[in-house]
């Protein structure tokens, strides 16, 4: 429909300046002049645009040469008059736009509204309508016409137009315009005929000149208004576009967090992030965060990178339609065609197909000038800049954000993930903080070198985040520490769930060098059911519960598995659980082997506390521990344990009568006789032949006081014997060997690791003749093969403990085991492994870590 109306006002065009031609070959000279000056005005009235919508360059635009037909035709007549307003358009719109086809659209469009003018001049007129207001009418219906035209020509297209809500004309424009061109024609009509009101009497074809004259200057006038009116727009325009570009921008697209999504990322990103993310985005990623990147998002968030190449064209489209000012502005692959301006989309360091951004008029619109495109160049440049700059900006960000070994986010980005991701959850939804250490990461490194500790490094980071959820966030703080940031969790069991599925795919087996290494981990879990005031303590939580899986391996617990420890300290239901099992006494019993090196036989067993949940599986020693101290239980919990262990004890001495000793863990303040000291005395009575020993950690040392020497004192007077544990560990002093009486000194196993070190063995020999001449006894714990064990027989040590000789097994193993072996010190390997393959091989399972009895 369109290409038919082109063509048929090109048509009408070509007729009507051919015929206006003809009429005036033979017309006399005045009516050349007349009609040279009515071409000039035409085509400056031409370019002389009035607006009939409120939306700038997506509403109609007419212009008005229609206003020389009325000075026009007294003297060369209505058809000459038309067809010399055809040729001003055609000749003001070549040289304007050099558009033929547009021009003679226009020709034709303006020529035909003024035959429509002209007839209807001639039928008011001939029906006794005065010629003044016949003039007002016509040049009404010019404008009429012009608008509907144009309307039904917009309306036929195929692009769309974006308006708003605004409709395409506006009432008060339109009315504007057509009582402005109605006054402007009926003034022309009649200064053309009667003369210039302030002039004396000129001929007509002087007054008609003149008149023309008149509408050039108010044409060049309006002309000049708009020209400045669109600088002014243009400078604007540039302003707000420089400053958008300079801003930050919204990205609707798509990301994931580590991020940081973050997305956000939301990342998603939410980051997250959720992304997280979170780009975090800066991932919401989980956010993700996860946010993502790290975006940041709800779930995760991510480290920020900049806006994806979507989000840089939507601005650069907006900045482009506000400065140029255009009807669309699209982004393609194709440059710019005909009665179009583009520029390249920049999208430095992206590898791909060029693309442009587009911007184009309506054909009736003023056509795009020099400025215009200066404009665009100018918008191009500051882009590039700015996108470079972001880029730069970005990176810098990135790398400030991210472990540059494993790709991961860093402690930064991973306490920017987690507050957001905290901040932004659901009151009720719980997450979860793992705090995962690789152990035994520095003997790895010495054996095969820190290259190749950087790639196990690397592979666990890959082994993290690919086993991990989407919301989740993954971050690397520490040299051979990781945390995750589990999201959108519903209860502590699913949290763990989680967990045990990490420890799991982290434990697979990865090459190193000429052999195969398992990996083995502690993983702290923390639990969060509500929004956190201070979601740091969530994180210490997790450290500290990973850092309790360290020292009981340390202590003798078990080294050869991954283990999962469970933070009570922030989950009510945590509390409900070990109340509940205190107060229900359904805690279990692990034993350990205490061994004679001189004789090779075991003399005593060490109780460690246990307890298995239906759903959440075994719970760590420590959050027992802790818990139940916190809870006001932690004597009720002694006391139990002390029942069950002296009765474990008279079984296993009715099968192996070398068995002489049971101990036990209890803080030094507890063996006051109102805690549980006359508790321990009766219970030792009850049982003769069995020595009660009651191992005081060191920490708990720190406020003994005369009473609890006193008691001490007492309590081995009357049989029982008092032992100092985990002496050579961070918290040892000299002073702690002569603060309490004692009968024997345990040795952690962190003065026994490298006894290939003569500092090592020379400490050990210190403190073993330090015991002889104190009469007390040495155990060393963390005794793991025969090197070791020879080691501390040549030093003259005479009693260990480890896995060497046995890992804590529940009474009827322990039993079994002595049924089997009596007080054997080393049972054969092959029935170890058939007994206990998880408990002495290196394929690492989720475990709950085993921690004697202490806080």
């Not at 007294?74 to 055809?86: D, Q, R, Y």
Request: net charge negative; proline share 5%; aromatic share 4%.
């Amino acid at each position: 429909m369109t290409r038919v109306a082109f063509g048929v006002f090109a048509g009408i065009a070509g007729l009507l300046m051919f015929l206006s031609l003809g009429l005036l070959v033979t017309a006399p000279t005045d009516h050349w002049l007349i009609a040279g000056v009515g071409v000039l005005c035409a085509a400056i009235l031409e370019l002389t645009w009035v607006r009939v919508g409120s939306v700038a360059h997506r509403s109609p635009l007419i212009s008005l040469p229609v206003l020389v037909l009325p000075a026009l035709a007294p003297t060369v007549g209505l058809t000459a008059g038309a067809g010399v307003i055809a040729i001003g358009v055609v000749l003001a719109i070549l040289v304007e736009s050099g558009r033929v086809s547009v021009a003679l659209y226009s020709a034709g469009l303006q020529s035909s509204g003024a035959l429509v003018a002209a007839g209807l001049f001639t039928w008011f007129t001939g029906g006794g309508m005065p010629s003044l207001v016949a003039v007002a009418a016509a040049s009404v219906g010019y404008v009429a016409f012009v608008i509907v035209v144009e309307v039904l020509r917009r309306f036929w297209r195929s692009e769309p137009v974006e308006r708003g809500v605004r409709p395409m004309l506006s009432l008060t424009r339109v009315v504007v315009t057509l009582f402005g061109t109605a006054v402007i024609c009926v003034l022309a009509a009649l200064w053309s005929v009667e003369g210039l009101p302030f002039l004396v009497d000129l001929n007509g074809t002087v007054d008609a000149v003149i008149v023309l004259f008149g509408l050039m200057i108010i044409g060049f006038v309006a002309k000049v208004a708009t020209v400045v009116v669109g600088m002014r727009q243009r400078l604007a325009g540039m302003v707000e576009a420089a400053n958008t570009l300079g801003a930050d921008p919204v990205d609707h697209g798509t990301g994931t967090g580590t991020g940081t999504g973050t997305g956000t990322g939301t990342g998603t990103g939410t980051g997250t992030g959720t992304g997280t993310g979170t780009g975090t985005a800066i991932v919401t990623g989980a956010g993700s965060a996860v946010g993502t990147a790290l975006g940041t998002v709800s779930g995760a968030a991510s480290p920020s990178e900049p806006a994806s190449p979507a989000a840089t064209s939507e601005m650069l489209r907006r900045v482009v339609a506000d400065a140029i000012g255009a009807e669309s502005v699209v982004v393609r692959s194709e440059p710019a065609r005909s009665g179009e301006i583009s520029m390249l989309l920049p999208t430095p360091g992206v590898v791909g197909p060029e693309q442009f951004i587009v911007a184009r008029r309506d054909l009736m619109d003023g056509a795009f000038t020099g400025n215009d495109r200066r404009a665009l160049q100018a918008l191009a440049a500051t882009a590039e800049m700015v996108v470079r700059a972001r880029r730069n900006i970005a990176g810098l960000t990135l790398r400030a954000n991210t472990d540059p070994l494993t790709s991961l986010p860093n402690y930064g980005a991973f306490q920017e993930a987690l507050a957001n991701i905290n901040d932004h959850r659901d009151y009720s939804e719980a997450l979860a903080v793992l705090f995962i250490d690789l152990d035994e990461f520095k003997r790895l490194n010495d054996r095969f070198g820190h290259q190749t500790g950087d790639e196990v490094l690397r592979e666990l980071g890959r082994r993290l985040s690919a086993v991990v959820r989407p919301s989740d966030v993954v971050a690397r703080v520490g040299g051979d520490e990781f945390v995750i940031i589990l999201t959108h969790l519903a209860s502590l069991g699913e949290a763990k769930t989680i967990a045990e599925r990490i420890v799991v795919v982290a434990g697979e087996p990865m090459p190193v060098g000429q052999t195969t290494y398992s990996p083995i981990v502690s993983v702290g879990l923390a639990y969060s059911a509500h929004r956190e005031t201070d979601v740091n303590q969530l994180v210490q939580d997790a450290d500290r519960s990973m850092l309790a899986i360290k020292k009981s391996r340390r202590r003798g617990g078990p080294s050869k598995e991954s283990s999962i420890n469970i933070s009570s300290h922030r989950s009510s239901q945590m509390n409900d659980i070990i109340a509940r099992a205190i107060d229900e006494d359904l805690l279990e019993l692990a034993f350990q082997p205490i061994v004679s090196l001189v004789t090779g036989q075991i003399w005593a067993f060490e109780a460690l506390v246990r307890y298995t949940h239906p759903d959440l599986g075994p719970l760590s020693p420590p959050s027992i521990v802790e818990k139940a101290k916190g809870l006001g239980r932690l004597d009720a919990m002694t006391r139990q344990v002390a029942v069950k262990a002296m009765a474990a004890a008279a079984d296993f001495r009715l099968v192996e009568p070398r068995v002489v000793c049971m101990t036990i863990n209890v803080e030094a303040g507890q063996i006051l006789p109102e805690r549980v000291g006359d508790f321990i005395e009766d219970l030792a009575d009850r049982y003769p032949g069995i020595s009660l020993c009651l191992e005081l950690n060191e920490r708990s040392m720190t406020k003994v006081t005369p009473a609890i020497r006193a008691q001490a004192e007492r309590l081995r007077d009357l049989g029982l014997m008092i032992a100092l544990d985990d002496y050579g560990s961070q918290d040892s002093s000299v002073d702690a060997l002569v603060r309490m009486p004692m009968d024997i000194l345990k040795i952690d196993r962190s003065l026994v690791d490298d006894l290939d070190d003569i500092r090592q063995r020379e400490v050990l020999t210190a403190l073993q003749g330090f015991g002889d001449n104190l009469e007390y006894s040495m155990i060393v714990e963390g005794v793991e093969n025969d090197v070791m064990a020879n080691h501390l027989s040549a030093l003259g040590i005479r009693s260990a403990q480890g896995f060497h000789y046995g890992v804590p097994e529940g009474f009827e193993k322990t039993l079994s085991r002595l049924e089997l072996h009596g007080a054997r010190a080393v049972v054969p390997r092959v029935e170890v492994e058939l007994a206990a393959p998880a408990a002495l091989t290196a394929a690492p399972t989720a475990q709950t870590a085993a921690l004697p009895l202490d806080s």
